[in-house]
T-cell receptor, first 112, second 112 residues
């Protein structure tokens, strides 16, 4: 799996958009970008994933650069409940690749 | 619907005592199953994964073992706990496709 680089921590004001960057300069053509988050004392929760097009769901938007070497997770209107550690993971989506490994992620704190 | 159960939620055990944590998945067959550990203030570490009954892959040498006696049951064990075994243990499953992994609610183990 391609290595990812994320900032250690970020703050965001409540109600504003939270933009979490991730660099994955060694990504391969068949690797997807996944985002998970882990709220304190809970298991990680899937947020969104994408290959090369921008994606949006009820939780967030994912913007992937044209060269796919970086991406940004956007939480459009952050709430206090969005305080969590956010993990960016790049991996092949095939069922034979079984090891999902997490980096240290970005600790996002939403400020009231 | 698919669900994952982990128990107990919290556990305090003395050094040298045995350990057995159980994880079961419902609503799916032949899932890939995973055990992760998260030490206090640290990231998620993959301990074991299993692609089928009786098939266990270990990621790191340690004082723990895993077993999969049934298709949807994954057990994490230790014969003699060490203080360093303390942490937050998470079970996860994957059933193919690109939507990734679903995590259980975790067991917080404190070895005293």
């Amino acid at each position: 799996d391609a290595k990812t680089t994320q900032p250690t921590s970020m703050d965001c004001a409540e109600g504003r958009a939270a933009n979490l960057p991730c660099n994955h300069s060694t990504i391969s053509g068949n690797e997807y970008v996944y985002w998970y988050r882990q709220i304190h004392s809970q298991g990680p929760q899937y947020i969104i994933h994408g290959l090369k097009n921008n994606e949006t769901n009820e939780m967030a938007s994912l913007i992937i650069t044209e060269d796919r070497k970086s991406s940004t997770l956007i939480l459009p209107h952050a709430t206090l409940r969005d305080t969590a550690v956010y993990y960016c993971i790049v991996r092949v989506a095939s069922f034979g690749n079984e090891k999902l490994t997490f980096g240290t992620g970005t600790r996002l704190t939403i400020i009231p | 619907s698919q669900t994952i159960h982990q128990w107990p939620a919290t556990l305090v055990q003395p050094v040298g005592s045995p350990l057995s944590l159980e994880c079961t998945v419902e609503g799916t067959s032949n899932p890939n199953l995973y055990w992760y550990r998260q030490a206090a203030g640290r990231g998620l570490q993959l301990l074991f994964y299993s692609v089928g009954i009786g098939q266990i892959s270990s990621e790191v040498p340690q004082n723990l073992s895993a077993s999969r006696p049934q298709d949807r049951q994954f057990i994490l064990s230790s014969k003699k706990l060490l203080l360093s075994d303390s942490g937050f243990y998470l079970c996860a499953y994957r059933t193919g496709g690109i939507y990734g992994y679903t995590f259980g609610s975790g067991t917080r183990l404190t070895v005293v």
